[in-house]
């Protein structure tokens, strides 16, 4: 397909070949030298955006929530959730437990959550003196190229892309998942969704992708919730650190408000962020000594000086079976008397492992399975959960053994 179109040095005309894919229609010569941006678009109509496909309206956030409205018993849990894990993160919390948030790596099977919720339940009421157990309920996948986006993009798993569908599938999941008293994190993927979601969220985090995003930390400073930022995937620091520095601050951006109207937001600021260690493509970052050097680094930073450690991601070396062995050596420095370690993340499943999207799609995938990372199953799930919260105890005796001087 050929296109005439002026040179960028000498304005003059010249023909052009073009993918086919694109199908552009022929474009009459402007006499303008300069018309390239300006008279030649303007002939094309809506030809300006080039590579728009479609774009369909989208269900305002505040009719979303009116439709699946938040319940009292929901609102309490998300607000214990949110004092309480606001607390650990301070220091602040009387019984100075730990704040652990495990879950599937994504959902895509909203029965299966619940079900897996269900369990959690009974786990958190087990260990809630030593344990603050909030459910990952992560609805968007983060991808370094192409894949499935998670529930809110693709609910059935087709490459249909009914995100308003999505949408109120999630909303559903959150109310239900925190009608049964278990307060949820999520990551925030994109700087939209969180208007339909967020009011049933206790804890957000900012992946190791968009940490260094001006858009993300804009976002992190107005939510009503602590924000961890996770270090850079190449395991750099600074940008976690600079991230909380940033969402601390007041910030003025463009968003969307509850309408669906966009607006100028302004935000006080986030006090309640903190880094999440997550390993990286330079190595680990849980041991004692790595553990040390943060510390260091975000007391020169005058930042927030306590963290949480993800069990996954770099810090399993991607393999997920090595998280236990992760949340060991995390045990053994909280039973040594470590306090800057204020939570861990695992990634968990009913069932171990993960599995790719058959041909047959929904219907052929196995139950309780996650198709995004690897997960752990539920029974070594319980076993880290065990270890974790001795380990609590441990140091909870030790520091009180410290403090009256024994």
Request: glycine content about 8%; overall charge neutral; some cysteine.
């Amino acid at each position: 397909m050929l296109e005439t179109r002026p040179t960028l040095k000498t304005g003059e005309f010249e023909d052009v070949r073009l993918p086919e894919r694109y199908h552009r229609p022929k474009i009459t010569p402007s006499p303008c030298p300069n018309a390239w941006i300006g008279c030649i678009c303007t002939r094309r109509g809506v030809g300006a955006d080039w590579f728009l496909l479609q774009d369909n309206p989208l269900t305002p956030p505040d009719l979303l929530q009116h439709e699946v409205p938040q319940t009292p018993a929901s609102k309490s849990t998300v607000i214990q959730g949110r004092e309480e894990a606001a607390q650990i993160l301070h220091g602040s919390d009387p019984q100075k437990r730990l704040l652990v948030v495990v879950g599937p790596c994504s959902i895509h099977d909203p029965e299966a959550a619940l079900v897996y919720c269900d369990r959690l339940v009974k786990e958190k009421e087990k260990h809630k003196n030593e344990l603050l157990i909030v459910m990952r309920a992560y609805l968007e996948k983060p991808r370094t190229t192409v894949g499935w986006k998670g529930l809110i993009n693709d609910p059935d798993i087709d490459g249909s892309f009914q995100i308003n569908k999505g949408l109120r599938i999630s909303r559903d999941l959150f109310v239900r998942l925190t009608e049964k008293g278990m307060p949820i994190a999520s990551e925030m993927l994109d700087t939209i969704s969180p208007q339909f979601l967020a009011d049933l969220l206790s804890v957000g985090a900012i992946g190791a992708r968009t940490t260094e995003s001006q858009l993300h930390r804009e976002l992190a400073s107005g939510l009503s919730f602590p924000v961890g930022f996770k270090n850079g995937t190449d395991g750099s620091l600074d940008i976690a650190i600079d991230a909380i520095g940033a969402a601390r601050g007041e910030h003025h951006f463009l968003s969307v408000t509850k309408p669906g109207v966009v607006a100028i937001v302004g935000t006080t600021g986030n006090d309640d962020c903190f880094v999440i260690l997550r390993g990286g493509k330079t190595g680990t970052n849980y041991d004692a000594k790595s553990i040390a050097t943060v510390k260091e680094r975000l007391a020169k930073a005058n930042t927030q000086g306590n963290l949480m450690v993800d069990c996954s991601h770099g810090n399993s070396e991607k393999n997920f079976r090595n998280q236990p062995k992760v949340a060991n050596a995390i045990a053994e420095q909280l039973a040594a008397g470590e306090t800057a370690i204020m939570g861990v993340m695992i990634e968990s499943n009913i069932n171990e492992g993960n599995q790719k999207v058959p041909a047959e799609g929904r219907s052929g995938l196995k139950y309780g399975v996650s198709i995004t990372d690897s997960c752990l199953g539920w029974d070594d799930t319980v076993a880290v959960l065990d270890v974790l919260a001795n380990s609590v105890k441990e140091r909870r005796e030790l520091l009180s053994k410290q403090t009256n001087g024994q």
